[in-house]
């Protein structure tokens, strides 16, 4: 497996791209938050949640009050635009990884058997369908070296492809190209 890179560049802030190399809490965080605001905003959310709380620990934010995680959440700027809603998301997701995975999100990946594992074990956490699956495959595959991740990476584009800030930008603006032609498509 080749060495995890410096960083992962999903949000233009080096510091936030490193906690997603360094940290698989962080990244699987990322991907929950990854729902209707953009890519930067999601996979920030991980370094705003660790300066808040002080940690980014699965167990002990499994265990937070959700009433203090909620004020967490929504403090000026919000993690996410439904900070409720993602903070009751983030909060289950941990509780899995401590109770599943003895608190090591790693293992998420690092103990799955083949990709057929590795899928069920990505289905599994709160709010990972389709996209996700390929988001964090392909993640993982391109970007941790993570074999059996391999069968998940689509033979199109997608975020497991950005290695630089400039790829973050190449694919958004792929990204949009296509919702825009599905838009054009939809209307005639």
């Excluded at 690092?110 to 590795?118: E, I, K, M, P």
Aim: hydrophobic share 45%; proline share 6%; with cysteine.
């Amino acid at each position: 497996m080749p060495a995890t890179p410096a960083a992962i560049h999903f949000t233009g802030d080096p510091e936030a791209d490193r906690l997603l190399a360094e940290s698989p809490l962080a990244l699987l965080i990322g991907f929950a938050l990854d729902q209707q605001i953009t890519v930067q905003q999601a996979f920030s959310g991980p370094l705003k949640l660790k300066q808040r709380l002080g940690h980014l620990d699965a167990a002990k934010i499994a265990a937070l009050d959700p009433d203090r995680l909620n004020e967490v959440f929504r403090d000026k700027p919000a993690i996410h635009r439904f900070p409720g809603s993602m903070a009751k998301r983030v909060q289950e997701l941990c509780a899995i990884v401590a109770n599943e995975y003895d608190g090591d999100a790693a293992t998420v990946w690092s103990g799955a058997t083949d990709s057929a594992d590795l899928e069920a074990r990505i289905r599994d956490l709160p709010g990972f369908g389709d996209m996700k699956v390929i988001g964090l495959g392909s993640t993982l595959a391109k970007r941790l070296g993570v074999k059996v991740a391999e069968p998940l990476v689509p033979d199109r584009m997608c975020l497991g492809d950005v290695d630089s800030p400039e790829a973050l930008d190449a694919y958004q603006a792929a990204k949009r190209a296509k919702k825009a032609a599905a838009r054009a498509a939809a209307t005639t």
